[in-house]
């Protein structure tokens, strides 16, 4: 089945402890991207990845970092996570043809609450 | 810079009226615009996309949507809902090369018999 899945689905953790949201897509897509949903601000972007080894900031990159080094993974990384940083997060994958409205496939999402 | 706006936080519909959800886009060039529709602890999926050509396109579970340039708006409609369509909706502007997707802050949609 084509799919984005995310790992975990739920997690609460402590302000500084480092984590890793992974996601994982198994339709050889070329683009990826992380967003953030919060309550009355919709989904807001926060990397996206073009290919592998690029990657680029979307509008909300600041306490994140991300990587691509296989085209089906992208994980989202937070080093030091805070309390704002409380959200659900949302991975999503597209095939991505320049000049062409790609439809994104999003994963499950990710709810973090950091005390 | 791209953005949407969508007007309405909160619709409520009885089962079987008709709906329209409003969404207004800003955006220097033709848009790529987007609707998706978000049940409760799911993901997105989505609903219709518009990319050039006829202004008014269908989608999937019988909704539609018109793109109209002279009012920056893509709003959904649907003639009659049914109450599997109570979910949150947010219209979308892509770019030219739709690496950045730009949502709005959504629409709660409740359906009452």
């Known amino acids: 089945e084509a799919q984005v899945t995310q790992n975990p689905r739920y997690l609460i953790t402590v302000t500084g402890k480092k984590l890793t949201v992974t996601c994982s897509q198994n339709?050889?897509?070329?683009?990826m991207s992380w967003y953030r949903q919060d309550p009355g601000l919709g989904l807001r972007q926060i990397y996206y990845?073009?290919?592998?080894?690029?990657?680029d900031k979307g509008d909300v990159p600041e306490g994140y970092k991300v990587s691509r080094k296989e085209k089906r993974n992208f994980p989202l990384i937070l080093e030091s996570p805070s309390p704002n940083q409380t959200s659900l997060y949302f991975c999503?994958?597209?095939?991505?043809?320049?000049?062409?409205?790609?439809?994104?496939?999003f994963g499950p999402g990710t709810r973090l609450t950091v005390l | 810079a791209q953005s949407v706006t969508q007007p309405d936080i909160h619709i409520t519909v009885s089962e079987g009226a008709s709906l329209e959800l409003r969404c207004n886009y800003s955006?220097?060039?033709?848009?790529?615009l987007f609707w998706y529709v978000q049940s409760p602890g799911q993901g997105l999926q989505l609903l219709l996309k518009?990319?050039?050509?006829?202004?008014l396109v269908q989608g999937i579970k019988g909704f539609e949507a018109e793109f109209k340039r002279s009012q920056s708006s893509f709003n959904l409609r649907k003639p009659s809902v049914h109450w599997s369509d109570a979910a949150e909706y947010f219209c979308?502007?892509?770019?030219?090369?739709?690496?950045?997707?730009?949502f709005g802050t959504g629409t709660r949609l409740t359906i009452i018999p």
């Open positions: 979308a502007v892509g770019n030219f090369g739709n690496e950045k997707l730009t």
């Open positions: 999503a994958s597209s095939p991505w043809t320049s000049g062409y409205a790609n439809e994104q496939f």
């Open positions: 518009y990319f050039s050509g006829d202004t």
């Open positions: 955006y220097g060039a033709t848009p790529y």
């Open positions: 339709m050889n897509h070329e683009y």
């Open positions: 990845s073009m290919n592998v080894e690029v990657t």
